[in-house]
């Protein structure tokens, strides 16, 4: 079964951080682009951040460039979100998904949940 | 950034009628290599998100054929020909013509 598993998401003061993780499994993961999209409690859907198959291309959303970072193991089938100085706007459930050869996000994970409060 | 808007916000429908969700970016999602990137999502409530419609029209795998898609450049619509009551949820669209991606701002159908 394709699936995507997120993980380490939790309670941080504002200006901390948090490393989030995806496994994956049921698919080639090296074969995939794979992206970051997160929803805010009520709210829709942003994206975040993409990583290339190989991991040498990547793009940030504006609300996170020089703060957040995306990467990953092709060994371990893994994605990664690094998260640095966190700030209360970051609450939101975040979603790791896979890209498919029609760039569009096919399969996503059940959702981890970031709070960040004092 | 491409902004995405999507209309109505709500959408209240009896079961076995039809809905329609518009769509329109503010530049074209066609691009130069002929395909139009844009798409359709349904995150029913307490779910993930879920892919509908991949290019404007061709729905995903498992996607029953009462939902539909259309369009071109920058006008696009999602089009349920029946709804059912498995339909509720919030309906967005989303482009990947370019960084970064983004969704309109979501369409909440419920059923009367």
């Known amino acids: 079964e394709v699936q995507l598993v997120e993980s380490g998401g939790g309670l941080v003061q504002p200006g901390g951080s948090l490393r989030l993780s995806c496994a994956a499994s049921g698919f080639t993961f090296s074969n995939y682009e794979m992206n970051w999209v997160r929803q805010a409690p009520g709210k829709g859907l942003e994206w975040l951040s993409y990583?290339?198959?190989?991991?040498?291309?990547?793009f940030y959303a504006d609300s996170v460039k020089g703060r957040f970072t995306i990467s990953r193991d092709n060994a371990k089938n893994s994605l990664y979100l690094r998260m640095n100085g966190l700030r209360a706007e970051d609450t939101a459930v975040y979603y790791c998904?896979?890209?498919?050869?029609?760039?569009?996000?096919?399969?996503w994970g059940q959702g981890t949940m970031v709070t960040v409060s004092s | 950034d491409i902004v995405m808007i999507q209309t109505p916000l709500s959408l209240s429908v009896t079961p076995g009628q039809p809905a329609s969700i518009s769509c329109k970016s503010s530049?074209?999602?066609?691009?130069?290599?002929?395909?139009?990137?844009l798409y359709w999502y349904l995150q029913k409530p307490g779910q993930s998100p879920q892919l509908l419609i991949s290019?404007?029209?061709n729905r995903f795998s498992g996607v029953p054929d009462r939902f539909s898609g259309s369009g071109s450049g920058t006008d696009f619509t999602l089009k349920i020909s029946r709804v059912e009551a498995e339909d509720v949820g919030v309906y967005y669209c989303m482009h990947s013509i370019q960084f970064p991606y983004t969704f309109g701002q979501g369409t909440k159908l419920e059923i009367k």
């Open positions: 290019e404007v029209s």
């Open positions: 990583i290339s198959g190989t991991g040498t291309t990547i």
């Open positions: 998904a896979r890209e498919d050869w029609n760039d569009a996000l096919d399969i």
């Open positions: 530049q074209s999602l066609l691009h130069s290599d002929g395909k139009t990137y």
